[in-house]
């Protein structure tokens, strides 16, 4: 008796995994563009953070503290460097190195600018 149980079991299993694959579609393993998906998304978590720390850089140079401005000018530009290049993005790295050269400079006013621009810049799509 516990040898036909076991073969009906293995019968029945195998009826089930047969079943399954054929009636289910096979989902691809990049269903939707994932892997590429979740890439793009990463890009524009950088960017977005790229914004971020470029608006905190204006701020903390605006208010003359030039030390925060320069450690968020230098985040900031290693986010929009992960970020996914195109014009914008270009010109706003561009910016952000003017901000960081006038920042270490003592050019409060001019790294103020650039990191403004910078904001504007990697805002844009």
């Known amino acids: 008796m516990t040898q036909y149980t076991t073969q009906l079991t293995v019968t029945l299993a195998a009826v089930f995994v047969l079943v399954t694959a054929t009636v289910l579609p096979l989902q691809p393993v990049y269903a939707e563009g994932g892997a590429r998906r979740d890439v793009m ?3 524009d978590q950088h960017r977005q953070e790229a914004i971020k720390l ?4 204006a701020d903390h140079s ?3 503290h030039m ?7 230098e985040a900031a530009m290693q986010h929009a460097l992960k970020a996914r290049k195109d014009a914008h993005v270009d010109a706003g790295i561009a910016e952000l190195k ?3 050269e006038h920042g270490s400079a003592g050019h409060g006013d001019v790294a103020t600018k650039h990191a403004e621009q910078a904001v504007t810049h990697l805002s844009e799509k």
Not at 54 to 57: D, I, L, V
Not at 67 to 73: E, H, I
């Open 98 to 100: 003017h901000a960081v």
């Open 54 to 57: 470029a608006q905190e850089a």
């Open 67 to 73: 030390g925060p401005f320069l450690t968020s000018a």
């Open 62 to 64: 605006k208010q003359g």
């Open 41 to 43: 998304r990463a890009e």
